[in-house]
């Protein structure tokens, strides 16, 4: 199983850009997926995850701003960004929770202020 990032680029605060998770190979293994940031200092952690049913889960510095979403074949995930703040830049990976070794090349959000 793969998992690939993509729909990352250049916006200014305030903008919206929309990421894609492609999911190639057998998906009944993973559940949840999760969209996962680079916190300075620490492991790749998890800010956003949708389980296999649709379920989604926010955390605190997203909610209300991110919208994750999962295509009804269940290979593709989205994650819609509205509102994007200077500090949402990183890259932008999406993998099962827990993660599998393979994290593919992620994708570079930049919010510009």
């Known amino acids: 199983v793969q998992l690939q990032a993509s729909g990352g680029g250049l916006v200014q605060a305030g903008g919206s850009l929309r990421l894609s998770c492609v999911i190639s190979g057998s998906t009944t293994s993973l559940n949840p997926i999760g969209w996962y940031r680079q916190v300075p200092g620490k492991q790749r952690e998890p800010f956003v995850s949708?389980?296999?049913?649709?379920?989604?889960n926010y955390g605190d510095s997203v909610k209300g701003r991110f919208t994750i979403s999962r295509e009804g074949a269940k290979n593709v995930v989205y994650l819609q960004m509205n509102s994007l703040k200077p500090e949402d830049t990183d890259v932008y990976y999406c993998?099962?929770?827990?993660?599998?070794?393979?994290w593919g090349q992620g994708t570079l959000v930049t919010v510009s202020s």
């Open positions: 993998n099962s929770i827990p993660p599998l070794t393979d």
């Open positions: 949708i389980s296999i049913g649709g379920v989604p």
